[in-house]
């Protein structure tokens, strides 16, 4: 699981071109599309992005520091939307502050992760 708090550093996790274009414009949509204004908001109100690779498993998930822990089980939790990316992947957001700040969680379909599983059952709601 790799954590994201720089949009530039999304380039670095090997995406496809176009999953990579898609998961960018659903994260700057709010924003005008614009990334500097979409990095800037994400800086003054605490906005991260949690990729469940493709290699991750329950039990690597379960390894990981208890603050990211806390992060996928309130996004598991209390998710304000689960979108499609691509066909192939999901995007989720909970919002955590009163001003806006969150925590994204990007992976693929195909994951067996319980997160991604329980995920999974928003796509259609």
């Not at 995406?15 to 949509?29: N, S």
């Not at 039990?59 to 689960?82: H, T």
Request: charged content about 20%; overall charge negative; some cysteine.
């Amino acid at each position: 699981m790799k954590l994201i708090n720089n949009l530039q550093d999304i380039a670095q996790l090997g995406l496809t071109p176009d999953i990579e274009q898609a998961l960018m414009h659903h994260l700057t949509e709010p924003f005008d599309f614009d990334i500097e204004a979409t990095q800037a908001i994400w800086n003054e109100i605490n906005t991260t992005l949690y990729y469940i690779e493709p290699s991750d498993c329950d039990e690597s998930l379960n390894q990981e520091d208890k603050a990211a822990q806390s992060m996928l089980r309130f996004v598991n939790n209390y998710p304000e939307f689960v979108d499609e990316i691509s066909n192939s992947h999901l995007l989720a957001l909970a919002i955590f502050t009163s001003d806006g700040g969150g925590c994204y969680v990007f992976a693929s379909k195909l994951s067996q992760t319980h997160i991604v599983n329980e995920l999974k059952t928003h796509l259609d709601n």
